[in-house]
T-cell receptor
């Protein structure tokens, strides 16, 4: 694959519940990205990590969204108090060191909020 | 707001034809441009990356060009095959943002008729 695994592959939740999405890139890739792909919309950039640090969180849609990365590897994207408009495919990508290198995408997590 | 536009939104051609997909972007201050392929229900596969200083990149039957001054890129597919059927996405990395996230177009849905 693309050296990025995401879990779960599918998630159905009820409005108002919290969800946690996970991204696990292959080791040695310091840059990690989260995107969202809503039905009928293009891919929307959410946040970027260089190591464990996210220099710019302004792409997150609201304060219900947060992300963290620990140990320079696994990252979690948390959505609190989910809303129906949060339904989308959440995609994670990696690159070796950031800085405009090729981004390789994982299979995504399909989130449905009922 | 920086925007990436892809024309046409959909294209259907007979097998064997050469074809061109178009991408335009509003801000010429780009770092690089990347073309992806997305198969239904699947993740994104990187096809070609063109740095802002380059004019074109080639991989097999694919050739991508970049004209930064006019804000345009094209993806040329030679001798199309049914296996080329997919959605093709153009994505731009803008300079100086620090966020390192790609700005995507909405894609061209390509069908190659056997």
């Amino acid at each position: 694959g693309a050296g990025v695994s995401q879990s779960p592959s599918n998630k159905v939740t009820e409005k108002g519940k919290d969800v946690e999405l996970r991204c696990d890139p292959i080791s040695g890739h310091t840059a990690l990205y989260w995107y969202r792909q809503s039905l009928g919309q293009g891919l929307e950039f959410l946040i970027y990590f260089q190591g464990n640090s996210a220099p710019d969180k302004s792409g997150l849609p609201s304060d219900r969204f947060s992300a963290e990365r620990t140990g320079g590897s696994v990252s979690t994207l948390t959505i609190q108090r989910t809303q129906q408009e949060d339904s989308a495919v959440y995609r994670c990508a990696r690159s070796f060191a950031g800085g405009g290198e090729t981004q390789y995408f994982g299979p995504g997590t399909r989130l449905l909020v009922l | 707001k920086q925007e990436v536009t892809q024309i046409p939104a959909a294209l259907s051609v007979p097998e064997g034809e050469n074809l061109v997909l178009n991408c335009s972007f509003t801000d010429s201050a780009i770092y690089n441009l990347q073309w992806f392929r997305q198969d239904p229900g699947k993740g994104l596969t990187s096809l070609l990356l063109i740095q802002s200083s380059q004019r074109e990149q080639t991989s097999g039957r694919l050739n991508a060009s970049l004209d930064k001054s006019s804000g345009r890129s094209t993806l040329y597919i030679a001798a199309s095959q049914p296996g080329d059927s997919a959605t093709y996405l153009c994505a731009v990395l803008y300079s100086g943002g620090g966020a390192d996230g790609l700005t995507f177009g909405k894609g061209t849905h390509l069908i190659i008729q056997p």
